[in-house]
C-alpha cells in the first residue's frame, strides 16, 4: 500500500474520533435529561380554632399531610387566630406561590371571593362554602374558586337516628329527651341540627327533640357550649349532639360529669372517652385530599365555578365508632338499624332534610 494512503486513512480515523468526542460532549446521540417538575405547593387556611380543635379544623390538615406524603405535594399551614386575619391569610397564602389555596370555614365566604379575583393564576377551595354565597360570584362566576360542600342532614340524620333509639330503649330519668347544641346558625350546622332531628323522630315517635345554639360566632368558646348543654341535661337529655366546633368539646364534657351520652360531631370523637355514643362524621380529610390530588393530576382541568359536594353515597359524611360502654345487645342492635338507614339514604329512599 503507497505512503499515502496510509496516511489518507490515518488522518480519516483521527477525524471519526473527535466527531465522536464532539458529539458526545454536545449530548448527540442520547437521551437529553429529564426536566424537573415543579414542586406542587399547597396551603390550608384555617378558621379560629386552629388545629387544636380535635374537628374540621384538624381534619383539614390531616388531609393535607396525607397529600404530602402520597402525592409528594409542598405545604403549608396559616393559622387564623381572629376574623380580621382570615383575609390577610388568604392572600399571604396567594403571594407565597401556593398553587392550590383552602380556605377552611362558611365564615370566610365574604373574603375568598375577592382574593381569588385578585389572583387568577392561583386555584382556590372553599371547605363549606358554596359558590353561590359569595359575593363577588354574583352575576359571574369566579373560575378559579371550587366549593367544597357536604350534606351535614345525611350524617346528622344518622346520629339522630341512633340517639332517638338509645333513648327509647333506656330513658334517662324516666325522660325520652336528647338535645343537639349549635355554635351558630352557620349553613353546615343548621343541616346537622334538622338532620338529627329527623332522624330521632324516625327511630322515635315519642321522643322530645331540642335544637339550640350556644351563640359563639368564633367556634372556640368552650364555656358556652358547656352551659348550654347543662342546660339541656336539666331539662331531661340524655342524649346530647355537639355540632360546634371547639366549643362543643366543651358540652361533650358537660355530658361526661353529668353522665349522659355525648354525640361528637366532625372527627370520631370517640377517643374523648366512653361517654361518646358515637360521631356525626364529616370526612373533610378526605376532601381535601382528592381535591389535591384532582389537582395535581390536571392543574388546569381544576374548574372552579362550581361545587363538589361529599356525601353518605360518595363516604364524605357518615357516623363513627359506637362506644364500648354499650353491651352487646344493644350494639348488635343499634349498628343493625342504623346500618338499614344508611342504605335508604344512599338509595334516595330516605332525603334528610336541610332545615
Not at 46 to 61: E, P, Q, R, S, V
Not at 225 to 235: Q, V
Not at 272 to 296: E, P, R, W
Request: net charge positive.
Amino acid at each position: 500500500m503507497k505512503r499515502n494512503t496510509w496516511t489518507t486513512l490515518a488522518i480519516a480515523a483521527i477525524v471519526g474520533v473527535l466527531a465522536i468526542a464532539i458529539a458526545a460532549a454536545a449530548g448527540v446521540g442520547r437521551a437529553a435529561p429529564a426536566k424537573k417538575q415543579a414542586t406542587i405547593k399547597v396551603a390550608v387556611v384555617t378558621d379560629i380554632g386552629g388545629l387544636n380543635d380535635k374537628g374540621f379544623n384538624h381534619l383539614a390538615y390531616v388531609g393535607m399531610q396525607r397529600a404530602k406524603k402520597q402525592l409528594k405535594v409542598a405545604t403549608r399551614v396559616y393559622i387564623t387566630n381572629t376574623a380580621s386575619e382570615r383575609k390577610p391569610n388568604l392572600i399571604a397564602a396567594a403571594q407565597q406561590g401556593n398553587n392550590l389555596v383552602f380556605g377552611t370555614g362558611f365564615l370566610m365566604f365574604d373574603s375568598i371571593g375577592s382574593v381569588a379575583k385578585a389572583f387568577p393564576s392561583r386555584k382556590f377551595a372553599g371547605i363549606d362554602i358554596p359558590v353561590e354565597a359569595v359575593p363577588e360570584n354574583s352575576g359571574a362566576n369566579i373560575p378559579n374558586l371550587r366549593g367544597i360542600v357536604f350534606k351535614e342532614q345525611e350524617a346528622g340524620y344518622l346520629v339522630g337516628y341512633i340517639a332517638g333509639l338509645q333513648i327509647k330503649r333506656h330513658p334517662y330519668k324516666g325522660k325520652q329527651r336528647v338535645a343537639a347544641v349549635g355554635a351558630n346558625k352557620v349553613p353546615a350546622i343548621v343541616r346537622f341540627l334538622a338532620g338529627f332531628r329527623a332522624g330521632a323522630k324516625k327511630a322515635n315517635k315519642s321522643v322530645k327533640v331540642d335544637l339550640v345554639y350556644a351563640n359563639d360566632p368564633t367556634f372556640q368558646d368552650q364555656a358556652k357550649c358547656k352551659e348550654t348543654t347543662l342546660n339541656e341535661i336539666a331539662k331531661g337529655a340524655g342524649v346530647v349532639f355537639e355540632a360546634a366546633g371547639q366549643c362543643g368539646l366543651g358540652g361533650l364534657n358537660a355530658a361526661k360529669q353529668k353522665k349522659v351520652w355525648g354525640i361528637g360531631v366532625d372527627a370520631d370523637q370517640s377517643f374523648l372517652g366512653k361517654h361518646i355514643l358515637t360521631s356525626a362524621t364529616k370526612k373533610v380529610d378526605v376532601a381535601v385530599f382528592k381535591s389535591i390530588q384532582a389537582y395535581k393530576k390536571n392543574p388546569s382541568g381544576f374548574k372552579g365555578g362550581k361545587d363538589v359536594t361529599f356525601s353518605v353515597k360518595n363516604g364524605g359524611v357518615g357516623y363513627g365508632k359506637l362506644s364500648p360502654k354499650l353491651s352487646k345487645a344493644d350494639r348488635t342492635f343499634l349498628t343493625k338499624k342504623v346500618n338499614a338507614i344508611r342504605k335508604l339514604i344512599v338509595s334516595g329512599k330516605i332525603v334528610p332534610p336541610t332545615k
